[in-house]
């Protein structure tokens, strides 16, 4: 079964401040692609990168970074000084390369970000 | 500019009362999807529709209800069967994952819907 976990359900940091997100994922499958998505209190869920299972360069985008490791299966999201408007809940989701290919969702990690 | 459109913002249901939520989108996507969000759970797929009149049962559809007549549009019926409504809606749309399975889906605004 395909299983997506963020252990962090809240973090709060003081603004400036760096800040990582927790993903780690299960599946059997060789190829998968793995996305971030970032809810801000307006409710409407905001594409912010994808990776797929066989491309394991990390990049930095902005004040954005990501870890992908597939060793430990993990897809990790950095926040590089971050801001009040960065507040929001962030989403970790995997699919499968294989029957309707659904997305698989985390439970989130809300971030707030305090002046 | 291409989008997700979901009405209403926010709707209340009375005791044995369907209730429709509307989606409709412009980004000429094959594929449209239907989740429901609970307080402190990730998002759960109710319906899914990879095609015009035809849709498929995601993880949670018992009490609930959808169609899909137009390429645009994909209503979602909230069934007085549901016994346990309220929650965060959310409407998605994408390109049929099988053609590029990166592409990412697309989300709406959310409709949110409690009992009164």
């Known amino acids: 079964a395909q299983k997506v976990t963020q252990a962090q359900t809240e973090i709060s940091v003081v603004e400036k401040e760096d800040v990582t997100l927790d993903c780690v994922y299960e599946?059997?499958?060789?190829?998968?692609?793995l996305f971030w998505y970032k809810q801000p209190p307006s409710g409407e869920l905001v594409f912010l990168i994808r990776?797929?299972?066989?491309?394991?360069q990390n990049e930095i985008s902005g004040r954005y970074s990501w870890n992908f490791q597939k060793s430990t299966s993990s897809f990790n999201f950095t926040i590089t000084a971050s801001q009040v408007v960065d507040s929001a809940v962030y989403f970790c989701?995997?699919?499968?390369?294989?029957?309707?290919?659904?997305?698989?969702f985390g439970t989130g990690t809300r971030l707030l970000v305090s002046p | 500019d291409g989008g997700i459109t979901q009405s209403p913002k926010y709707l209340f249901r009375k005791e044995g009362q369907n209730v429709t939520l509307s989606c409709e989108q412009n980004l000429n996507h094959d594929a449209m999807y239907w989740y429901r969000q609970d307080p402190g759970q990730g998002l759960r797929l109710i319906y899914y529709s990879q095609i015009v009149n035809d849709f498929q049962k995601g993880d949670i559809a018992e009490g609930y209800s959808v169609s899909r007549e137009k390429k645009e549009s994909f209503p979602l019926t909230v069934t007085s069967a549901q016994k346990n409504p309220t929650a965060f809606y959310l409407c998605?749309?994408?390109?049929?994952?099988?053609?590029?399975?990166?592409?990412?889906?697309?989300f709406g605004d959310g409709t949110r819907l409690s009992i009164l």
């Open positions: 998605a749309s994408s390109i049929i994952p099988g053609q590029k399975s990166n592409q990412p889906q697309h």
């Open positions: 989701a995997l699919r499968m390369n294989t029957g309707f290919q659904k997305l698989v």
């Open positions: 990776r797929n299972s066989f491309d394991e």
């Open positions: 599946t059997r499958d060789t190829t998968y692609y």
